[in-house]
């Protein structure tokens, strides 16, 4: 069984950063991709960024410019570092694992709320 817990998410001024942090645990031996989504209020789940096993990224559209993904050495762990904050990015940012088996498991959710 594979756990995903997300934290570093909060209420924070717009031109801020931020860093999420997911500590994945279980079962999580030689997973193939970690990453990111976020969803607003209203809106679909949208792929903010991943990283494969092999430390390959690919970021969701307009994503690279403010988003960076990263992993421990471990591995273990996903890192989501924002820069230049805006109120758009108001949303529960999600932490995605796939593993050995292709399954997907996702985390509960961390809140980000940029004001203006």
């Known amino acids: 069984q594979v756990q995903l817990v997300e934290s570093g998410g909060g209420l924070v001024q717009a031109g801020d950063s931020l860093r999420l942090t997911c500590t994945a645990t279980?079962?999580?031996?030689?997973?193939?991709?970690m990453g990111w989504y976020r969803q607003a209020p209203g809106r679909e789940r949208e792929l903010v960024a991943n990283?494969?096993?092999?430390?390959?990224?690919n970021y969701g559209e307009d994503m690279k410019a403010r988003f960076t993904v990263s992993t421990d050495n471990a591995g273990n762990m996903v890192y989501l570092q924002i820069i230049s904050l805006k109120p758009e990015d108001t949303a529960v940012y999600y932490c995605?694992?796939?593993?050995?088996?292709?399954?997907?498991?996702w985390g509960q959710g961390t809140q980000v709320t940029v004001s203006s």
């Open positions: 990283i494969n096993a092999l430390g390959g990224t």
């Open positions: 995605r694992l796939v593993d050995v088996y292709a399954h997907t498991h």
């Open positions: 279980g079962n999580i031996r030689d997973w193939r991709i």
